[in-house]
């Protein structure tokens, strides 16, 4: 169910709080792309790896951005239901925007959203812990 939810880029709007639209793109060098809209403007993705019930790496396409990178997800059985780990390989181009980023919205502002979003959209209490690496 969780891998379901993340590699559907149709469903977000129905449970990610900053989406309200998705448009799905032409592929990209034949990998699935989409165009995400609402709070934080609209971003092009493309899906770079999916291994279903795995691992899925999804990279932001849209180069006029001042930032860019990917979000590398990967999923283990645990105990309880599954772990979902989320690692952001980020590049922020401006340097105001690195420094808002750092000291006013905080690095991981938006995967904590993601992750307590997901895990209202599936019924469940998310523990969001961050590992530095």
Do not use: C
């Not at 934080?40 to 899925?56: K, N, Q, T």
């Not at 990279?59 to 990178?69: E, K, T, V, Y």
């Not at 780990?85 to 808002?100: D, P």
Request: proline residues 5%.
């Amino acid at each position: 169910a969780v891998y379901a939810s993340i590699a559907s880029p149709r469903d977000f709007p129905s449970w990610r709080s900053k989406v309200t639209s998705v448009e799905m793109l032409p592929p990209e060098r034949g990998l699935a792309s989409y165009r995400e809209h609402g709070g934080d403007g609209s971003i092009a993705y493309v899906i770079d790896e999916a291994v279903p019930g795995h691992r899925l790496v999804t990279r932001i396409a849209d180069r006029s951005l001042p930032f860019g990178g990917t979000w590398t997800y990967e999923l283990t059985p645990s105990a309880n239901g599954t772990t979902l780990r989320i690692t952001e390989n980020g590049e922020v181009y401006n340097v105001i925007f690195r420094v808002m980023s750092r000291y006013v919205f905080g690095h991981e502002a938006s995967i904590d959203t993601y992750l307590r979003d997901l895990g209202r959209h599936l019924g469940q209490d998310v523990a969001i812990a961050a590992v530095e690496e």
